[in-house]
């Protein structure tokens, strides 16, 4: 395939770790919870929250569900930006992955995080990642770039999504659009949450609606330092960076759906 951005070098090498076999047969497996109903999804709500909580939301899967399926109240700020979220997969679930969309999306995760005018709209100011003790850890897209870049993200997500793929192939495009994405941080808030619904959305539109009940944002919350580790390793400047080192960021999606089937 002609891809514009996104790396295809890695992808022999994960296939090796990643036998299309094993992953379809894991992949199979994946089944829907007893307690979703027709007005309540509960692996949504695993996304939204552990998503949420990857962002550092305060906010436990048990008092979501319970917030979502028994309707018990809580104080709106302990559930809105989750509730978002939610919506967000949900519009996911219905409607086909597009740049159009991906800015709807976008639009509903942050509804309650950016100004009205901000959202589903690519930023237009510097963006860098600071560390705790203030040290810059990354600097993303300029803002002039930005533009460009996704447009050629958009348009190798047409092309992925018209290619006759392999399972283990379909993995490694979805994680991949999920870094590349995460690296070109084109949006002034919400990126990491609409990256893993992104990475997810691929999923489902190449191998069907299993892949909702892959609980991926449990599996990268769970394992966060290494999630952020392996997302900090390609480089610091986004000119700079080194897809070469993605593997074991790559390799942490096919993994979660050993975390899904337990």
Same mark, same amino acid.
């Given at each position: 395939m002609e891809l514009q951005i996104i790396p295809q070098n890695l992808l022999e090498d994960y296939k090796k770790y990643n036998k299309a076999s094993i992953l379809q047969e894991r992949f199979n497996q994946l089944q829907d919870s007893e307690l979703s109903k027709d007005s309540f999804s509960f692996y949504t709500s695993v996304s939204a929250v552990f998503s949420s909580k990857i962002e550092g939301e305060n906010i436990d899967l048990d008092s979501f569900v319970k917030h979502k399926f028994l309707k018990t109240? #809580? &104080?709106?700020? #302990?559930?809105?930006?989750?509730?978002? %979220?939610?919506?967000? #997969? %949900?519009?996911? &679930? &219905? =409607?086909p992955l597009n740049s159009a969309n991906i800015s709807l999306a976008h639009t509903l995760i942050t509804k309650h995080i950016l100004r009205s005018e901000m959202q589903g709209v690519f930023r237009k100011t510097n963006?860098?990642?600071?560390? =705790?003790?203030?040290?810059i850890e990354y600097v993303a897209a300029l803002p002039n770039e930005v533009e460009a870049e996704m447009e050629k993200l958009y348009a190798d997500i047409q092309t992925l999504l018209s290619a006759e793929l392999s399972v283990n192939e379909a993995f490694y495009f979805a994680a991949m659009l999920h870094l590349v994405f995460i690296k070109i941080h084109p949006f002034a808030d919400g990126n990491g949450r609409t990256a893993r619904l992104l990475e997810k959305w691929y999923l489902s539109q190449k191998l069907g609606g299993k892949s909702w009940f892959l609980q991926s944002e449990r599996y990268y919350y769970e394992q966060h330092l290494a999630y952020y580790n392996n997302i900090r390793q390609l480089g610091i400047e986004y000119l700079d960076l080194n897809y070469s080192e993605s593997l074991p960021f790559l390799q942490m999606l096919p993994d979660s759906v050993e975390l899904s089937n337990n």
């Open positions: 109240a #809580y &104080q709106p700020d #302990y559930t809105r930006k989750i509730d978002d %979220l939610y919506d967000a #997969y %949900l519009f996911a &679930q &219905q =409607n963006m860098f990642v600071v560390t =705790n003790d203030g040290k």
